[in-house]
């Protein structure tokens, strides 16, 4: 690497390291005894929730380790500087048959602009369906509080992002999105912001990313004396830092198979200012450039540990397509299945 870009490379490593090793100060909480998370849960103290879902079946088949291993359009929602990995155009389109009968579903789409940057847009919305409405009091005396009716609510969210390479090797991107959350007659709205860095070492395809998710101030939903929080609620603030790397294939650490066979691995560090860090793992075995199979796994997770997915990679008429599938295993709720079309060129 020439020497003028040893700063750069410099201040990446630093960055990395820092945020491994700093709790945001607003996680700070005090031990509650017996808590299997090590005394740190702030569960139920931050609004919108929805943005820990992860979008995309693949990210979601890797046990989330995506940080630094993805880099297409649906990066967009884990990290900006992600989306400098589109060639040309991309775009891609998530579902998700969610927890309790909800529906989760996202799209992202991106172009490259030589000279310029990159840059996404992303839309995603959590549909909650038709809840039975119920009254305090059980008007008919027959132990049945229900109404009848219904009323329903949903999560929704907007957002642009811009990354840029200054290197061949070191890329940096934000993003801005507005968020809006309903349930009823009350709901509300707040902007937040992205940054992420992916770094490509240079040796057996290593890349080191990070990226620092829904910073924003406090939301408050009852602003009225109906309130029991004057001081509203945090946003789910999210870091993430991972390393992936070429385990199999060209540009590996076992550098048999050619083109025919690769395999990749990821590993990812998570702290968020509601819950005690976490860590996941993720493989991608990959046949041919077109045929492959993804396992993950998350540590100091209750429910949805394990993962597994499969992907189809067709060119067709000179678009790059790729179908995938993810699911999460869960002991006590439905698993979740997730389904994602991604298409650049």
């Known amino acids: ?19 491994a090793l700093v709790r945001p100060s607003a996680a700070q909480d005090v031990p509650t005894p017996g808590d299997d998370d090590g005394g740190f ?21 890797l046990g989330e380790a995506s940080v630094a291993l993805v880099r297409d359009a649906s990066s967009a929602f884990w990290n900006p500087a992600g989306i400098s990995g589109i060639e040309r155009y991309a775009a891609s389109l998530s579902y998700t048959a969610w927890l309790g009968g909800t529906r989760y579903s996202g799209a992202a789409a991106g172009a490259r602009f030589e000279g310029i940057g990159t840059f996404a847009v992303a839309i995603a919305a959590l549909d909650y369906g038709d809840i039975p409405e119920a009254v305090v009091s059980d008007p008919d005396g027959d132990g049945d509080a229900r109404t009848g009716g219904t009323f329903s609510g949903g999560d929704f969210m907007a957002g642009v992002s811009y990354a840029r390479e200054f290197t ?3 890329a940096l991107g934000v993003g801005v999105k507005y968020l809006h959350e309903s349930l009823w ?14 770094y490509d070492v240079g040796y057996n395809g290593i890349r080191l990313a990070m990226a620092a998710q829904n910073l924003g101030g406090a939301v408050q939903f009852l602003a009225d004396s109906l309130t029991d929080r004057t001081e509203g609620y945090d946003l ?44 996941h793992l993720g493989a991608e075995y990959t046949f041919n450039e077109l045929f492959s199979v993804r396992g993950g796994y ?33 002991e006590f709720l439905d698993a979740p299945h997730r389904f994602t079309v991604s298409f650049a060129y």
């Open 236 to 279: 789910p603030l999210v870091f993430r830092v991972g390393v992936s790397g070429n385990v199999l294939g060209p540009d590996a650490f076992v550098g048999v198979g050619g083109g025919t066979h690769r395999l990749v691995c990821a590993i990812e560090a998570i702290n968020t200012n509601d819950f005690s860090e976490r860590l």
């Open 41 to 61: 849960n702030r569960g139920g103290r931050t609004a919108f929730q929805f943005l820990k879902i992860g979008v995309g079946a693949r990210q979601a088949a």
């Open 185 to 198: 007659e009350h709901g509300a709205g707040t902007v937040a912001f992205d940054v992420g860095t992916n």
């Open 168 to 170: 061949d090797r070191l």
């Open 298 to 330: 998350r540590v100091n997770y209750a429910e949805g540990n394990w993962s597994l997915g499969a992907g189809l990679s067709p060119t067709i008429s000179g678009v790059q397509m790729r179908f995938d599938y993810a699911y999460v295993g869960y």
């Open 1 to 19: 690497m020439p020497i003028a870009h040893r700063p750069l490379r410099l201040a990446a490593l630093t960055a990395l390291a820092s945020l």
